[in-house]
């Protein structure tokens, strides 16, 4: 039964890495946008185009620093109703993608 646990707590910890690799990867490829369309928008775009990219620019920065947070709130969202992730999902922490999977499985076990 540990062994499947502890399988069981690979998978969401990767699972939940990739989810941050792939909102990075985007959200990266979006900045890269704006910055490149930047120049045309303040000079020949409505003033409301700069400012929704403005906006957005600044939501994506701020995400950056919760997005283990926000990448465990969608793990648990989209897992907790598994059986399998049922009893694992509530005693792991956002900050548990970070660490090793020997110490986060010997800590909620």
Do not use: C, H
Request: overall charge positive; charged content about 25%; cysteine-free.
């Amino acid at each position: 039964m540990a062994n499947i646990q502890k399988e069981n707590l690979e998978k969401l910890l990767n699972k939940q890495r990739s989810i941050k690799i792939t909102y990075g990867s985007l959200s990266g490829i979006v900045l890269l946008i704006f910055f490149f369309t930047f120049a045309y928008l303040v000079d020949n775009a409505p003033p409301v185009f700069f400012i929704f990219e403005t906006i957005v620019a600044a939501v994506i920065f701020v995400s950056y620093f919760m997005l283990n947070r926000l990448s465990f709130i969608w793990i648990k969202m989209t897992k907790s109703k598994k059986a399998e992730f049922m009893d694992i999902i509530p005693r792991l922490e956002a900050g548990d993608v970070d660490g090793k999977i020997d110490v986060v499985f010997e800590r909620i076990k």
